[in-house]
């Protein structure tokens, strides 16, 4: 569908590795659609071909984006010269392309969550970029990682200035809080809580004793034998496991994954931010398995430790963690949930990005 030429019109991009840029895009381009705006929307993979099924009213283009490869549930950083070479090509022919199309068609602002061509193509032309994401945690925050995390914050650091260049503005969702940097300034690096997507706010919490478990990395193999150490029904999405006594294999449903997220005694997710801030909404105590050397995953395992909502484990291949401490302590996680307070940032982000435009 084309959208109507009267409308001021937004670009949006999300990265298309990962389903919670797709989770923010479900929560920020419904408020503008609503609002009047047009929105051209940017990305790569099944999160494009998502957006194209969730949004049909916008314009949707395919963008040349990077792919992460996975050896025993750890990032593999091996660099592949001709891959990346091929990619730094086709990158900057998009990007030349997207900053033709602004140039004719004059968006009001660019949106990134973390989708370097539109990004760039803000750069180049002079359109006010906002760069809206979780993992600027790292780079703009003071997020004091500690032993045993095993990734760097440098390289996830320099990759936000190369995928954000000179945003106007800088908005951050995320679950803790931790204090700016020395030299930024909170007039354009606002933290705002998590984007909650309708079907998260829609649904209220209970109990009825399964566990979920949310586990997309393709190469924690040994991932039957740890369901086996846990107690009870585990309703598993995102891996290959068969079913079998007290495992329910479960296909990416997302009224599903809900209705099972809701009403869980606790789940297992690995370190991505969607999973965790969607389990702590419905007050979940949680076990993270971070993909190792992924520091924004091993980050954010920590600060649910740090905070007492659960535990994190950094399993080496086949290695099974002890889960009695958890267990034991898995009423204490709960309280601490219920009492610390897990805010939506959703009307913050929505405010913020209108006060962004009354000033440009």
Request: aromatic share 10%; with cysteine.
């Amino acid at each position: 569908m084309t959208p109507n030429p009267e409308s001021p019109l937004f670009y949006y991009g999300i990265l298309g590795e990962g389903w919670g840029h797709f989770s923010r895009a479900c929560v920020l381009v419904p408020e503008l659609l609503e609002a009047g705006y047009g929105v051209r929307l940017f990305s790569s993979g099944e999160v494009l071909d998502a957006l194209r099924d969730r949004f049909p009213e916008c314009l949707s283009e395919a963008t040349p984006q990077p792919r992460f490869t996975y050896r025993d549930n750890a990032l593999d950083l091996r660099v592949r010269l001709l891959p990346h070479l091929a990619l730094f090509c086709r990158g900057l022919a998009a990007t030349r392309r997207c900053a033709a199309r602004m140039r004719r068609e004059q968006p009001l602002a660019v949106v990134s969550d973390f989708e370097p061509i539109v990004a760039r193509a803000a750069a180049w032309t002079g359109t006010p970029l906002i760069a809206l994401d979780h993992q600027q945690v790292i780079s703009e925050y003071d997020v004091r990682p500690a032993p045993p995390m095993q990734g760097s914050i440098r390289p996830v650091c320099r990759a936000n200035r190369m995928a954000y260049p000179r945003p106007a503005m800088r908005i951050v969702s995320s679950f803790f809080y931790p204090r700016l940097r020395g030299g930024y300034t909170a007039r354009t690096t606002r933290l705002v809580g998590p984007l909650l997507r309708k079907g998260v706010l829609a649904r209220a919490p209970r109990n009825e004793g399964h566990v979920v478990v949310y586990q997309t990395s393709p190469t924690l193999h040994w991932l039957d034998s740890l369901l086996d150490a846990l107690p009870g029904e585990k309703r598993v999405y995102g891996a290959a496991v068969q079913d079998g006594p007290g495992i329910v294999a479960r296909q990416k449903d997302e009224t599903t994954f809900l209705d099972d997220l809701a009403s869980c005694r606790f789940a297992v997710v690995n370190g991505g931010h969607t999973a965790i801030t969607e389990a702590l909404h419905f007050g979940k105590p949680l076990i993270c398995l971070p993909v190792r050397r992924q520091a924004e995953q091993e980050i954010n395992a920590l600060w649910v430790s740090r905070l007492g909502f659960g535990r994190a484990y950094w399993p080496e291949p086949g290695e099974i963690p002890d889960f009695t401490g958890f267990l034991a302590r898995e009423a204490l996680f709960r309280r601490n949930i219920r009492r610390h307070g897990i805010p939506c940032g959703n009307d913050k982000a929505l405010r913020l990005l209108r006060e962004f435009l009354s000033r440009s």
